[in-house]
């Protein structure tokens, strides 16, 4: 700890710090463009000036850069100097030289960092009165919108797009008074984590494109804390809504998950809430044919469905917070209730909980990944599965070169001078994947080979950790060289993470990934982070659910009258045949958002509400219980599924949930049914919890048209709905201040309007939020128990003529079942294809486009072969979710021909 | 489409360094050189022979104002506008020049033989004003004199 003086007062500070960071974290408005807290310092936007000097005697002083000075024990500066003060409005005059001072027009008004600072700096009144230069904008896709005449050249954006996230289509172009931030030519910006470019952006050039499409400001969005529903890292998002329809999402930080940043599935995937797949009214299905019915008439139908007599299962799912599949569970009984996820999938999420619940490993949080300084990946697209874990990693392999550039002495926020030491230098980052991932180009070696090669792969790393783990046999000396590689880098690190998954389809390689954390872990623990397909994979994981292929099973053996399938498409987990032979002997009840195909065939369709119609709890891939909450009530007779399916419980005249009525509720059941969930209802803020006796609002105390936005309907101002399940109000009324960190509805402080008010509500600026990040971790290493190592190592992959072992590839823009409907999305998303090496292509003598014909589960599927150089020789990948080929478990083998 | 010439002389350049990308504004001279400016499609070319994405390359290429993106004369004329050029009477070379051309400053005259740009500084402030036409420096200018260079540039073979 350091004192330094501010305007004479003193302030204990953190050394390693620079004077902004600090002047900002004890609560001192000083205004920056160029800092960010995840990027460092460069001092390139001279905004953030201060007075500093010598000593107590030093009446004179000089002007710094807050942002380039260290906080160093008894430095004096002084803010509110007359000469910094001055300085500053200067500044900002320059950098507003030549700005359209558009604010009634850009997407950015009221929620503009420029327009705060500016406000900030006091000036007022432009001296600048010649011609401005004007650009012209480009096309970047569907995602970002582009408006160059505001910039204002503080350079952000390449540093977070290149820099940080690894992008390459994003530079800096010309010189002087006509710097131009963009592509080189129009097109879309093709990093997967461009959207935070709106986050980043201090102004108004890069704004969320898909907000645009039905634009409202900052203050008119009802917006509520919820959690990404696309993938299993459950980033925290801010999710808002105006007239019925969700408008955009932001990031919600948290230090521990997502920190400043969410993919770009996660911002603009929202677009299925408002989409015209929606289901909003019952439906029933008679003589073939489906027609709407009210509430009461479905509830009636389904009443004898599920009747006393009536042997009754429920299917749960991936997607559907734990509360709604704890209720179904309730309804059907412990083993009545089938997870619902594909059954390889089911497989892997159950043998990966295991792991993780067992000795010798520990589940790392992402910001946890963002600091190894090495690691190992197996068998995981990271970046289409998992894609923030990907932007983590690739802060990860910075870790070592930046440590060593630390040794000269140049402090850590010094962004541009370590950049200069660290040149493209990367840390150990080792992967090891069927077919070439857009992580590769940061590895210090890739390895391609089919599931049980890197299986193989991952058992001889943990060998060559470990002697006592058992030996691979019969690998090559190119593949020895690399295990002794990947040994070594993770042997030699303080920090090594272990990254696998479910993508591949393979126990083998997550058995593999749990061998080395064990290895690696000797007494302790390692870090092991796995990822699963869906957001709530791991939740529904914990619920001890029977599995799905039983369910189907029962069904066919004619023990079952009733299935409720809750918010899944059973389509998309087995084949086609099994889910219409259930559909055509037993009577299914689905609850679902929206119309899949499933809910096409079902007697009887409930439309429940997604995840910004209800609330709820996510268990993300870390283990970390997060709770969504309802951002606004939906239109038409949509409800939460646990409420459907509380109605019709009492409909049928059952008692199984009775009591349950309520997310609280059924969480506090949950808590004292199932061990893995103790002590979680107690951790959240449940209905009944007030902030100084008052409830959080969900609207700002600006939000207009109040009176009037509904006066087409009725002119009398309408009673604003209730909010009986949670602490917040879907009013503007309530607490008016910072409300505890699991509730923050909006980023926002006085003078601060735009995102960058986050520094507020940290406890330290880049830090934890204030009261603590949002979260429980339900899995935490075993303190001890010995590591048993498994010796079940497949055979290396052997081809056989003519065939090929199908694998499953993921696509961030298109796999993931809900995100892939939303219109930004779906036109980013590729088409069906067959991808092989070229080498195959030409013994099956097919050209890159020709289809080739491969026969899965007893179906023909023809698709276009895509030639991919990366492809291991023998195997085939195929996009998941995308075009017909759906509920097929992978990896599979088939033959294939040119068609 | 980059020349056999080009391309090898571009790879002998990347080969001094590390990486490859350090030789990006050789390679860019290198171009220039042969077709007097820098096309999108060789810029493209350029970017995969020394492994950068366009972007990269084109944010060198647009920071420095003598590497061309657009399509100059055969002789480009730069004209040093800078304080002692002025001093000595840049201001009368600049309308002679103009009209004689019958260009605006970063034009090309219509029979494509001449382009006309400002310049910063051409280093030789004690014989101002001087222009440069190509790679020749011409210093003490009047009106008179610039119309010989212009002259020995149109007739290169009657001199
Ligand atoms: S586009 Fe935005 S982030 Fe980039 S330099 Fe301009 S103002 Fe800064
Ligand atoms: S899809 Fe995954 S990585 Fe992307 S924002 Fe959502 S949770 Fe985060
Ligand atoms: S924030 Fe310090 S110079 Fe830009």
């Known amino acids: 700890m350091a004192t330094i003086y501010v305007d004479d007062r003193p302030y204990e500070v953190d050394p390693a710090k620079n004077l902004l960071e600090e002047c900002l974290s004890k609560g001192l408005d000083l205004p920056y463009f160029c800092w960010h807290p995840a990027l460092g310092s460069v001092g390139a936007c001279r905004q953030c000036a201060v007075k500093q000097y010598r000593d107590e005697n030093d009446q004179r002083g000089r002007i710094v850069m807050a942002c380039m000075t260290p906080a160093m024990d008894g430095a004096r500066i002084s803010i509110r100097d007359k000469d910094a003060v001055q300085f500053r409005a200067g500044i900002i005059e320059l950098l507003m030289s030549n700005h359209p001072h558009d604010c009634p027009v850009c997407d950015e008004g009221g929620e503009c960092h420029l327009q705060d600072m500016t406000v900030m700096t006091g000036h007022n009144y432009r001296g600048y009165r010649f011609g401005k230069r004007t650009f012209t904008n480009q096309q970047l896709g569907p995602f970002i919108n582009h408006e160059m005449n505001r910039c204002i050249t503080c350079y952000r954006c390449v540093r977070y797009y290149r820099d940080y996230a690894g992008g390459k289509d994003l530079d800096a172009f010309a010189s002087h008074n006509h710097v131009y931030f963009g592509r080189h030519e129009d097109g879309a910006l093709e990093n997967e984590f461009s959207g935070n470019l709106v986050e980043i952006c201090p102004t108004g050039v890069f704004t969320d494109k898909t907000l645009k499409q039905h634009y409202t400001r900052k203050w008119d969005l009802q917006t509520a804390p919820s959690v990404c529903a696309h993938c299993s890292l459950g980033c925290n998002t801010i999710a808002g809504e105006r ?193 070439g991932t857009r992580l590769d180009e940061a590895a210090t070696q890739c390895f391609r080979g089919a599931p049980d090669d890197v299986a193989r792969l991952g058992f001889a790393v943990a060998r060559a950790l470990d002697a006592t783990a058992p030996p691979v046999r019969g690998l090559s000396r190119e593949e020895r060289a690399a295990v002794q590689a990947i040994a070594g880098a993770l042997r030699k690190a303080e920090r090594p993470v272990v990254v696998s998954g479910s993508g591949c389809g393979s126990e083998a390689v997550v058995d593999a990934a749990a061998q080395v954390a064990r290895a690696l872990g000797g007494a302790g623990t390692a870090n092991l982070c796995f990822t699963a397909a869906e957001c709530n994979s791991f939740g529904l994981g914990l619920l001890n659910a029977m599995g799905t292929a039983e369910a189907f099973q029962r069904v066919a053996d004619g023990l079952v009258d009733t299935v409720v399938v809750l918010e899944n498409d059973l389509y998309r987990r087995v084949g086609r045949a099994s889910v219409e032979a259930m559909l055509a002997s037993a009577h299914v009840v689905a609850i679902d958002h929206s119309a899949t195909d499933t809910v096409a065939g079902a007697e009887v369709a409930f439309p429940s509400g997604t995840f910004a119609e209800t609330e709820g709890t996510m268990v993300n891939n870390e283990g970390r219980a997060q709770r969504f909450y309802q951002v606004f009530v939906p239109q038409g007779e949509v409800k939460p599924a646990w409420s459907w399916l509380g109605e019709l419980a009492q409909a049928a005249g059952r008692t199984e949930l009775t009591g349950l009525r309520s997310p609280d509720d059924l969480l506090a059941a949950l808590g004292r049914a199932v061990a893995a969930f103790e002590g979680l209802p107690e951790r959240v803020a449940g209905a009944s919890f007030r902030v100084n006796g008052e409830k959080v609002p969900r609207l700002s105390p600006r939000a207009s048209g109040r009176t009037a936005v509904s006066a087409n309907v009725n002119v009398h101002e309408p009673k604003p709905p209730e909010d009986p399940d949670s602490p917040l109000a879907f009013t503007m009324e309530g607490y008016p201040q910072q409300p505890p960190s699991p509730l923050i509805t909006r980023f926002w402080a006085p003078g601060w309007n735009s995102v960058q008010s986050l520094n507020k509500f940290q406890a330290e600026v880049g830090g934890a939020l204030a009261g603590g990040d949002p979260g429980m971790r339900l899995i935490e290493p075993v303190a001890n128990g010995a590591a048993a190592y498994t010796d079940e190592i497949p055979p290396a992959f052997r081809r056989r003529a003519g065939e090929f072992l199908v694998v499953p590839l993921h696509h961030i823009f298109g796999s993931d079942e809900q995100s892939a409907v939303a219109p930004a999305v779906a036109q980013r998303s590729p088409g069906p294809y067959a991808a092989l090496s070229p080498e195959d292509a030409q013994t099956l003598g097919v050209q890159d486009g020709e289809f080739v014909e491969i026969e899965l589960d007893g179906g023909m599927f023809q698709l276009p072969a895509l030639l991919m150089s990366s492809m291991t020789v023998g195997v085939l990948g195929v996009p998941v979710g995308i075009g017909s080929l759906r509920g097929v478990d992978l990896p599979a083998r088939s033959r294939c021909r040119r068609v | 489409m980059l020349t056999q010439d080009e391309r090898n002389r571009i790879r002998a350049e990347a080969a001094h360094y590390d990486h490859p990308q350090a030789a990006c504004v050789e390679a860019l001279k290198i171009v220039q050189e042969h077709h007097r400016w820098v096309s999108d499609e060789h810029l493209k070319e350029i970017a995969a022979l020394l492994d950068m994405s366009p972007e990269a390359l084109d944010s060198v290429a647009t920071f420095y104002n003598l590497i061309f993106r657009k399509p100059v004369g055969e002789n480009v004329i730069l004209l040093c506008d800078s304080v002692s050029c002025w001093i000595m009477g840049y201001e009368g070379i600049r309308a002679h020049l103009k009209e004689h051309l019958g260009v605006e400053l970063g034009e090309t005259t219509s029979d494509g033989k001449f382009t006309l740009l400002p310049m910063a500084c051409l280093g030789t402030c004690d014989r101002g004003p001087a222009m440069m036409v190509g790679n020749e420096l011409y210093r003490n200018l009047d009106n008179d004199k610039v119309d010989e260079i212009l002259a020995r540039y149109r007739h290169p073979s009657g001199a």
């Open chain 1, 243 to 435: 007239y019925g329809q969700l408008r955009r999402i932001l990031n919600r930080y948290n230090a521990q998950v997502n920190g400043y940043f969410l993919c770009d599935r996660g911002r603009f995937g929202y677009g299925f809430v408002n989409g015209d797949r929606r289901l909003r009214q019952p439906r029933l299905l008679q003589d073939g044919e489906s027609r709407p019915v009210s509430g009461a008439e479905a509830l009636k139908r389904t009443a004898l469905l599920l009747g006393r007599q009536s042997r009754v299962i429920g299917i749960g799912s991936p997607r559907a917070s734990v509360e709604a599949n704890f209720a179904l569970r309730t309804l059907v009984g412990s083993r009545n209730f089938f997870s619902g996820m594909a059954p390889g999938e089911e497989h892997l999420v159950a043998r990966m909980l295991h792991v993780l619940r067992g000795a010798g490993v520990r589940t790392p949080s992402l910001c946890e990944v963002e600091s190894a300084d090495a690691v190992l990946v197996l068998g995981e697209d990271v970046t289409q599965t998992a894609p923030l874990l990907a932007l983590a990693i690739r802060q990860a392999v910075k870790q070592a070169p930046r440590r060593q550039a630390m040794q000269l002495r140049i402090p850590r926020w010094d962004d541009a001078a370590l950049n200069e030491v660290m040149q493209q230098q990367k840390g150990p980052l080792y992967i090891a994947t069927p077919a």
